[in-house]
């Protein structure tokens, strides 16, 4: 299958901080990518949709202030998490949509001090 | 009414058994795809099997079989010779439509444990 990679696999950083998780599908384009949380021993819950060239749709609930989405290119989408607090502690995972399937990255386990 | 139902949120399986996951799914739309994924405790999300609803053949990609009964909605995961290496979280999804992965909607899960 195509390949996601997502960067990094985890990061630990002070409450007030931001943080940027990185997602690159390597072989291929994804004009459209995703982004998902996942709380421990739950199933995935999409945030936003992430789209080449335009901004991202969120789902509702999701901060688009808090929660910065942008994709740059055709292989890259980034989530920042802005003014992180312990609340945004969680398990934040991107995919990528090859036609008709979908990708998903490694992961990025955030922990907020 | 859920989109996709998994009905055992834990299995056993011994080494070299096969087992089944259950998966059935609720969609009026014609044109949808099932998917199964695995998740093992590093919590990457591996893409296993892809069943297109128009397919006429059940998918198979090695040791995973996709036992796809339509009147049934059910999309059953079928892994043969189970290692100790298949112990993970499996999840059954379903995109509603044909490319729209806004719609896209995820099991609970089933945990397998493989015994030696």
């Known amino acids: 299958g195509a390949v996601v990679s997502q960067h990094p696999s985890r990061v630990i950083c002070k409450s007030g901080t931001s943080v940027k998780i990185e997602c690159r599908s390597l072989?291929?384009?994804?004009?459209?990518m995703f982004w998902y949380r996942q709380f421990p021993k739950q199933s995935l819950m999409l945030m936003a949709t992430?789209?080449?060239?335009?901004?991202?749709?969120?789902e509702q609930g999701v901060e688009k202030d808090k929660f910065l989405i942008n994709h740059a290119s055709l292989t890259l989408s980034t989530l920042t998490v802005t003014s992180a607090h312990p609340e945004d502690s969680s398990f934040y995972i991107c995919?990528?949509?090859?036609?008709?399937?979908?990708?998903f990255g490694s992961g990025t386990q955030l922990s907020v001090l | 009414a859920q989109k996709i139902t998994q009905t055992q949120p834990g299995m056993f399986v011994q080494e070299k058994e096969a087992v089944t996951l259950d998966c059935t799914y609720d969609?009026?739309?014609?044109?949808?795809?099932l998917f199964w994924y695995k998740q093992p405790s590093s919590g990457e999300m591996i893409f296993l099997i892809y069943?297109?609803?128009?397919?006429?053949q059940n998918a198979t990609e090695g040791r995973y079989s996709l036992n796809f009964q339509k009147a049934r909605k059910s999309a059953n995961l079928v892994i043969s010779a189970s290692q100790l290496g298949d112990s993970a979280m499996y999840f059954c999804?379903?995109?509603?439509?044909?490319?729209?992965?806004?719609?896209?909607?995820f099991g609970s899960g089933t945990k397998l444990n493989v015994k030696p």
């Open positions: 995919s990528a949509r090859e036609i008709e399937k979908l990708f």
């Open positions: 072989d291929f384009q994804a004009t459209t």
């Open positions: 992430s789209n080449e060239g335009s901004k991202a749709t969120y």
């Open positions: 969609t009026s739309d014609p044109s949808y795809g």
């Open positions: 069943q297109g609803s128009y397919d006429q």
């Open positions: 999804a379903m995109r509603e439509g044909i490319y729209n992965f806004n719609k896209f909607y």
